[in-house]
């Protein structure tokens, strides 16, 4: 029996932007429409600033820390990042990788309401997919298109983790991927909130982007 979250993955490789039936589960794949269903954004571009120049190979740690926005973790092979000199991301670049938003200034403990980022590239010899844990403890595969896109989602639940490999979080050794303009975000606030902050500008959408 395929599920609503199935059905939902599977219009994404349709290239559509699709919303769960609750509306709290939102795929994109465009980066316009997804930044504008968020409030705040910061963007990582794995730029010389916080990397340094040049070819790197990072530790999970030293990955995690240079930005500070999200938690990474290579898990197919081990403490193994790497930011090339054109300011792209991947773990081994033929690796399986985590990607968690506990941490993450415009998020709580449960993860962020908007993750995004650019494939450069999905090798049609092993396609990966996103597995995705949401703040609820749910989790959800998604088939990635081969070669490069565009890929994001947004869910009222709060997005945890993501998972960059074989389904269920299966590592993997094999393929190549890599991503980047990784962009986090949260939600635009409702009516409620906006009276709350009032107009000191307040209401200006904060953008960092590095």
Known sequence: MISTKAGIAACVLAGLAISSADGA?????????????????????????FYGPGFKVLSDAVMSGAFGETDYQSTGFGNLNIVDSSGRYCAGCNGSFLLSFGTTSLGTASGVYGVGMDILGNSSSLPYTAFITYG?????????????????????????????????AGTTTSGSFQIDNLTIGDAIPGPGAWALLGTAGLVSRRRRRM
């Open 25 to 49: 589960i939102t795929f994109y794949t465009d980066r316009p429409s997804f930044e504008l269903a968020l409030g705040s954004v910061i963007t990582d571009g794995y730029d010389d600033a």
């Open 136 to 168: 609820d403890s749910t989790t959800e595969n998604v088939a990635l298109p081969v070669g490069g896109s565009f890929f994001a989602v947004t869910a009222s639940q709060s997005i945890a983790s993501i998972h960059m490999g074989l389904a269920d």
